[in-house]
């Protein structure tokens, strides 16, 4: 499965046309949740090109169009198109993506569509990206990070969170996490 999460909507959609749009996605390589906004369709591309400004990547694998398989890391990834994507939605995105502008991560996870080669790792390669762009003042989020405070936005609160651990094993020993508030 795609690690794209893609949305169906806002609060106007039955639980039912919920239901089947999930079941749809996953028939057609993605995933839908409730929480997530809209994105253009997928493309597949070769592994050395570029993803270019504003997409993400959701998925790596190895296929004979972008060469000979088997070498260190897959040939081809799956990009997705993040203007869609609504202020305040969330979309996942494999770790080595580039992040869109006005994106920050909101949580860590592991999946296999997100690993870049056949390797084990001890860290997570998949993380939540949730816009911040055209968010209201006074708006509030917690995003992983401590340091990269976004431009009008103030930090209301450090802590810790398993969700925003890079590695996979044990609790942050330290703060890892801001929640911050649009000025």
């Excluded at 996870?109 to 968010?135: M, P, W």
């Amino acid at each position: 499965m795609s690690t794209a999460t893609f949305g169906i909507g806002g609060t106007g959609m039955s639980w039912g046309r919920r239901a089947a749009a999930v079941v749809a996605a996953a028939l057609l390589g993605g995933t839908m949740t409730a929480g997530t906004a809209g994105a253009a369709a997928p493309k597949e591309v070769c592994g050395w090109t570029s993803t270019p400004a504003g997409w993400i990547e959701i998925r790596y694998w190895d296929s004979t169009q972008c060469g000979p398989l088997g070498g260190g890391m897959y040939n081809m990834k799956r990009i997705a198109d993040t203007s869609g994507v609504a202020p305040g939605r969330t979309v996942a995105a494999c770790t080595y993506s580039p992040k869109p502008a006005g994106f920050r991560v909101t949580r860590y996870t592991s999946i296999s569509d997100c690993n870049r080669s056949r390797g084990t790792s001890d860290y997570h390669n998949q993380v939540d990206l949730v816009n911040l762009t055209g968010l209201a003042k006074g708006a509030t989020r917690q995003i992983c990070g401590l340091f990269d405070v976004p431009a009008g936005w103030t930090v209301v609160s450090r802590s810790r969170s398993v969700d925003c651990q890079q590695y996979k094993y044990g609790y942050p020993s330290n703060d890892n996490t801001m929640t911050i508030r649009k000025s």
